[in-house]
């Protein structure tokens, strides 16, 4: 199995810069690839302060010049919110920029706080048709010339300039949840990827068999990869409740995505703040002792433990997500916890 890095820039506190997260995100990086990690993962939002990314492309060139191993993913641009001849073209400039290391992940995108401001009003639930749309026009540009004539996007002849490193093409990845989007990875001869979000490990297990599902129902491709990416945070054996401000944080985080997904509130200069806690109260699994144990929080054994379910699973790949609304530092020791005692049991 696997590990990668998922990570972005997040600001909870207006006084920390925006030039001092990026530096935070290029060390987190760093540390991953000398680690042994895959990939380090950044995906696409917009004009929100607790997930900063307009364009995953040019943190990843920056990137790609820092390092020399480990794989540069989108993960995952908007289909709406990309021309397949953009989205071609972009992706391979980024193949070229990192001599090969580019892989991209497509999702139909979640926030109607985005698709207002972005799409027109577009409602987020039909996002789908666009990515179903994208993907094989987007192989077909990386091919050579290609025309299109789609429900959505229309073109006359066009190719991808430039061509990517990676032949036949650079490996590309589907935001997955309901068997239909399994299916359409599969088909396309995509990788997928899951999130169990805040449900435990039999959401994993269920998502993998959709995943096998999809792959029973089409022999004539290659077998994927699947990748789970969790929010994940190591401490310390000797200190018992480190696992508390983790979960505390993770919370928090959840809360803020709720106030961003529910899309009553105007936000201010980038922020929202979090859904107060009185309002889950009847959701348990929101409950920071919930929280302890879906998402991957718990010392390096414990980790060790879980992940290994997941690997005799058949997981391909486990997605270290780093986005937790907690300081840099604790970030990065939970980071080199993990790199220090935890990876070396799966090598």
């Known amino acids: 199995m696997r590990f990668s890095l998922f990570?972005?820039?997040?600001?909870?506190?207006?006084?920390?810069?925006?030039?001092?997260?990026?530096?935070?995100?290029?060390?987190?990086?760093?540390?991953?690839?000398a680690g042994g990690f895959e990939t380090v993962w950044i995906g696409e939002h917009h004009a929100m302060e607790y997930t900063i990314s307009p364009s995953p492309m040019p943190l990843l060139a920056y990137l790609a010049g820092q390092t020399s191993t480990i794989r540069l993913g989108a993960g995952t641009i908007i289909a709406p919110f990309w021309n397949p001849i953009r989205a071609a073209g972009e992706c391979a400039l980024l193949d070229v920029i990192s001599n090969g290391r580019m892989e991209v992940g497509?999702?139909?995108?979640?926030?109607?706080?985005?698709?207002?401001?972005l799409a027109s009003g577009l409602r987020a639930t039909d996002?789908?048709?666009?990515?179903?749309?994208?993907?094989?026009?987007?192989?077909?540009?990386?091919?050579?010339?290609?025309?299109?004539?789609?429900?959505?996007?229309?073109?006359?002849?066009?190719?991808?300039?430039?061509?990517p490193v990676q032949r036949p093409t650079p490996p590309m990845w589907i935001a997955a949840r309901d068997p239909d989007s399994h299916d359409f990875a599969v088909a396309q001869g995509c990788n997928v990827m899951v999130t169990p979000l805040m449900k435990g490990d039999?959401?994993?297990?269920?998502?993998?068999?959709?995943?096998d599902t999809a792959v029973g129902n089409h022999p004539e491709v290659s077998k994927p990869q699947i990748m789970v990416l969790r929010h994940t945070y190591v401490h310390a054996a000797s200190d018992p409740d480190g696992w508390r401000p983790a979960a505390e944080g993770i919370q928090k985080y959840y809360r803020t995505f709720d106030a961003w997904?529910?899309?009553?509130?105007?936000?201010?200069?980038?922020?929202?703040?979090?859904?107060?806690?009185?309002?889950?109260?009847?959701?348990?699994?929101?409950?920071?002792?919930?929280?302890?144990?879906?998402?991957?929080?718990g010392t390096p054994e414990e980790v060790i433990d879980r992940?290994?379910?997941y690997q005799e699973l058949g997981i391909d790949e486990f997605s270290f997500w780093t986005d937790n609304t907690l300081s840099h530092e604790q970030?990065?020791?939970?980071?080199?916890?993990?790199?220090?005692?935890?990876?070396?049991?799966?090598?």
């Open 7 to 33: 990570a972005h820039m997040e600001r909870w506190d207006e006084n920390v810069t925006h030039r001092e997260l990026f530096e935070n995100l290029a060390e987190l990086t760093l540390l991953a690839e």
């Open 106 to 117: 497509i999702a139909r995108g979640a926030y109607q706080i985005e698709f207002d401001r």
């Open 127 to 163: 996002g789908g048709k666009h990515l179903r749309e994208l993907v094989p026009a987007v192989r077909a540009l990386w091919q050579g010339d290609y025309a299109h004539d789609g429900e959505i996007w229309q073109f006359p002849t066009a190719t991808s300039v430039p061509k």
């Open 202 to 211: 039999e959401e994993v297990v269920d998502l993998k068999r959709k995943f």
């Open 261 to 297: 997904f529910g899309n009553k509130t105007v936000p201010s200069n980038g922020f929202l703040e979090p859904s107060p806690v009185s309002k889950f109260a009847e959701r348990p699994e929101f409950a920071p002792e919930s929280l302890h144990k879906t998402a991957m929080i």
């Open 307 to 309: 992940l290994r379910f």
């Open 331 to 347: 970030k990065r020791t939970s980071l080199e916890l993990f790199i220090n005692e935890v990876v070396p049991a799966f090598r």
